[in-house]
C-alpha cells in the first residue's frame, strides 16, 4: 500500500510502497478513505517542537475509514465498520503501535496514522458511527472539530451569553466559534490576520471580527468586553506574543484563557500571575479533553440533525499523490477551512 512518509524535516512527503505486518493484540486494520490534514503534521514536518527522533515515519491523525480486518482482542469494531479515527483515546485496547516496513527497513507510527492507503491502528483510536456518515466528515470528526467544540464544551465551560474571543480561526479556530454559537456566547469575537478567513468566520457564528494586521487588537478587545475582560479567550496560534494578548484579554477575576496552539520548542511566556490565586484559570488543551465515545458520537448526531455544519468545513481536497500541495496549502495559512487528502 502507498503511504506519505516524512523522511527529512523540511522536505517534501515522499511516497513509498509500505509492508503491512501481522495485526497484533488489539490493532485493526482499516481502508482509509479520507484523511484530513492538521497545524500538527505541519509542525512535525517543519520541526517546531525541535528535532524528529523517530524519521522516516508516517504521520497524520484524523481519518474516516472501513474495518478490514480486526486482531486477536478486538472487540470495539467489526469488520466492515464505518470508524472516525482520531488520536485521542477512547475505550478499548491501547495496543502496540505498528511497525510498518519499506525495503527492509522499519518504518516508525503512532497508534493511529492516516496518510495512506490502509493503516494499522488501535482500537482505542477508533469510534465507530453510522454509515450515511460520509468519509470526509469522518475525518473531520477525528481532531478539528472535536477539538474546537471541546475546548468550548470541556475546557472552557462556556454557557448561553457568556463571552470568548478566538486567536487564530483556522481549522480548530472556526470549530471554537461554532460551538461558542451552539451555546449561544456573546459576543464571539474572532481574530485572524486574513479578511477571507474573518468572513469565513462570520459565516459560523462570529459576532465580531478583528484583523490583527490592520487594528490595535488589545484595544479592540478591551472596548468589546466593557473593560471587563472576556469570559473565555483562546489560542489557536501557539505564537508567545498573541497567547500573552489572549491572557491579558481574559476576565482577571473569573475568566479561562485555553492554549492550543503548539508553542515552538524553547519558548517561555511572561503573564502576570497573580490572578489565578483569585479564581482566573489558564489551562492548555489536550485535544479538546474530547471523550471520542461520548462526543464523537453527540456531533454526529448534530450533524445528522442539521445543527452542526461540517460540509461547509471543507475547502479544498487533494489526492494521495498530491498530498504535498496539501501541506504547501496549510502550512502557507491559504485555506479557510479543512483541507482533505482522498485516498
Ligand atoms: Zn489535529
Not at 475509514?65 to 467489526?78: D, L, N, S, Y
Not at 486567536?167 to 454559537?181: D, K, M, P, S, Y
Amino acid at each position: 500500500m502507498k503511504a506519505a512518509v516524512l523522511v527529512k524535516q523540511n522536505a517534501p512527503l515522499e511516497i513509498y510502497e509500505v509492508g503491512l505486518p501481522m495485526l497484533d493484540i488489539g490493532q485493526v486494520l482499516v481502508r482509509i478513505e479520507h484523511s484530513g490534514i492538521c497545524g500538527k503534521q505541519i509542525d512535525e514536518i517543519t520541526g517546531r517542537q525541535g528535532e524528529d527522533r523517530f524519521l522516516p515515519h508516517l504521520l497524520g491523525h484524523e481519518g474516516g475509514g472501513e474495518v478490514v480486518e480486526i486482531g486477536p482482542g478486538v472487540t470495539k469494531v467489526k469488520v466492515g465498520d464505518r470508524v472516525v479515527m482520531h488520536w485521542v483515546k477512547g475505550s478499548g485496547i491501547d495496543s502496540a503501535a505498528p511497525r510498518f516496513n519499506h525495503k527492509g527497513e522499519v518504518l516508525s507510527a503512532g497508534w493511529v496514522t492516516t496518510f495512506s492507503e490502509y493503516t494499522i491502528a488501535s482500537e482505542n483510536r477508533l469510534t465507530p458511527v453510522a454509515d450515511d456518515v460520509p468519509s470526509d466528515i469522518r475525518a473531520l470528526l477525528g481532531c478539528a472539530v472535536t477539538t474546537g467544540l471541546g475546548i468550548v464544551f470541556n475546557n472552557a465551560k462556556l454557557l448561553p451569553g457568556q463571552s470568548i474571543a478566538v486567536f487564530g480561526v483556522g481549522g480548530v479556530g472556526i470549530n471554537v466559534v461554532q460551538g461558542a454559537n451552539l451555546v449561544s456566547a456573546y459576543p464571539i469575537v474572532a481574530i485572524d490576520r486574513s479578511d477571507e478567513k474573518l468572513a469565513y468566520a462570520r459565516g459560523f457564528g462570529a459576532t465580531h471580527t478583528i484583523n490583527a494586521d490592520k487594528e490595535d487588537v488589545a484595544g479592540a478587545l478591551k472596548e468589546l468586553s466593557k473593560g471587563r475582560g472576556f469570559a473565555a479567550t483562546v489560542d489557536t496560534t501557539g505564537l508567545n506574543r498573541v497567547r500573552e494578548v489572549a491572557y491579558d484579554a481574559t476576565d482577571p477575576k473569573k475568566g479561562v484563557t485555553v492554549l492550543c496552539g503548539v508553542p515552538f520548542a524553547g519558548d517561555r511566556l511572561s503573564i502576570d500571575s497573580f490572578p489565578l490565586h483569585m479564581g482566573r484559570r489558564l489551562i492548555g488543551s489536550h485535544g479538546g479533553d474530547t471523550a471520542p465515545d461520548v462526543d464523537i458520537p453527540r456531533y454526529v448526531a448534530l450533524y445528522l440533525l442539521g445543527k452542526l455544519r461540517l460540509d461547509e468545513l471543507i475547502t479544498a481536497r487533494f489526492p494521495l499523490a498530491d498530498i504535498n500541495s496539501a501541506v504547501d496549502l496549510v502550512r502557507d495559512g491559504k485555506t479557510c477551512g479543512r483541507c482533505v487528502i482522498a485516498m
